[in-house]
């Protein structure tokens, strides 16, 4: 029977992505320890007449080893030179604790439940053991945060940079609401390890954390790039962007069009030196299914924006966020070539 590889959602990579990293996903891609099978490549350039090519590193969240030497070949084998880095590969390249839990079951069990559909008495049990496996280990990988040392992302920082990589981002999972100080303030300090000019996350939604956030932003002089999804308007980053000179955009103009956003341009030239980076993909509108497809297939306006951004002279990234479903017989890092090759077409012409 014929079968396609869907990919995997973002919640389930966040959780999934640790355990990977740490080798225990063995088959598949071989992992790669050694950097001299890095080095020997050439170095990559996705700079296309002005416009920088970025990926968001998410968009290999289906390949077998999530280390940051993998992670790197990926993005080579891609053909680019600039990325945002999730923060699973760089923590994991740091030493920090490897998560116990399962989170395919893990999610799965908590879809079923919140759907209203009956545990029965052992899923109910391994969920609630799931939940303090969980909180037991946010708890330690908050105690990590705060002691480790910066010289490991220092030396990511550089095996990247050896191979021709830029980190322009860096998205870990401590910026929400729900995180202590300490462990935004590691956001902030991980991200001036490596060398970021922006670090991200989702849109909180929350005034008040979004002023604390531009506030401690300014202290280390990194900028914090709020990106969206569905609850994308013209408007939703106004309050941020007042509170703060060190608050900015991270647009994802796919999500913008599929949220039924009119005039997907004019956000962009109306906002364009308050974007950090922009993410890319092609998705429909609302009346065609807000779908996630190939580029040039969908009704995001990529070849028209490319020119925007090349014609104006923009100076932030574009970056490839890979979400559509992978045709069987490829896989994300044939894919997001594919990507890059539809841009590069488009700005060399």
């Not at 531009?214 to 994308?232: D, F, N, R, S």
């Not at 779908?291 to 297939?297: C, M, P, S, T, V």
Request: proline content about 4%; overall charge negative.
């Amino acid at each position: 029977m014929k079968q396609t590889k869907f990919i995997k959602s973002r919640r389930e990579f966040i959780g999934t992505s640790a355990i990977l990293a740490s080798g225990l996903v063995a088959c598949g891609t071989p992992s790669l320890t050694n950097s001299e099978a890095i080095f020997s490549n050439s170095k990559p350039n996705s700079l296309i007449n002005g416009v920088q090519i970025g990926c968001q590193t998410y968009s290999f969240r289906s390949m077998q080893d999530q280390s940051a030497e993998a992670t790197l070949q990926y993005v080579l084998d891609a053909g680019i030179n600039a990325i945002e880095l999730m923060g699973a590969p760089a923590e994991t390249f740091a030493g920090a604790p490897i998560n116990p839990i399962n989170f395919r079951d893990f999610y799965s069990l908590r879809r079923k439940k919140r759907n209203e559909f009956p545990l029965n008495a052992e899923e109910e049990q391994q969920l609630t053991e799931m939940e303090i496996q969980r909180k037991n280990f946010d708890q330690e990988m908050a105690t990590w945060r705060t002691s480790v040392s910066m010289d490991k992302f220092i030396e990511l920082k550089k095996m990247y940079l050896d191979a021709g990589v830029q980190i322009y981002a860096f998205k870990p999972q401590v910026f929400d609401k729900k995180k202590s100080l300490e462990e935004i303030d590691y956001g902030f300090r991980v991200g001036k390890a490596l060398g970021v000019s922006h670090v991200t996350l989702e849109h909180p939604e929350d005034d008040e954390h979004t002023q604390l956030l531009g506030e401690m932003a300014l202290k280390h002089k990194i900028y914090v790039a709020y990106h969206g999804h569905e609850q994308q308007t013209p408007i939703l980053w106004d309050t941020a962007l007042e509170q703060s000179e060190y608050n900015a955009m991270n647009i994802d103009i796919g999500h913008y069009v599929a949220a039924g956003n009119p005039l997907p341009l004019k956000i962009i030239k109306e906002k364009n030196k308050n974007i950090q980076s922009m993410h890319l993909k092609d998705r429909t509108s609302p009346e065609n299914g807000r779908k996630n497809l190939a580029f040039g297939k969908g009704d995001t306006p990529i070849r028209d924006i490319l020119l925007l951004t090349r014609d104006n002279q923009y100076k932030f990234p574009l970056t490839v966020e890979l979400e559509y479903e992978i045709p069987e017989g490829s896989d994300a890092v044939k894919e997001v070539k594919k990507c890059v090759a539809y841009c590069r077409q488009i700005l060399e012409s």
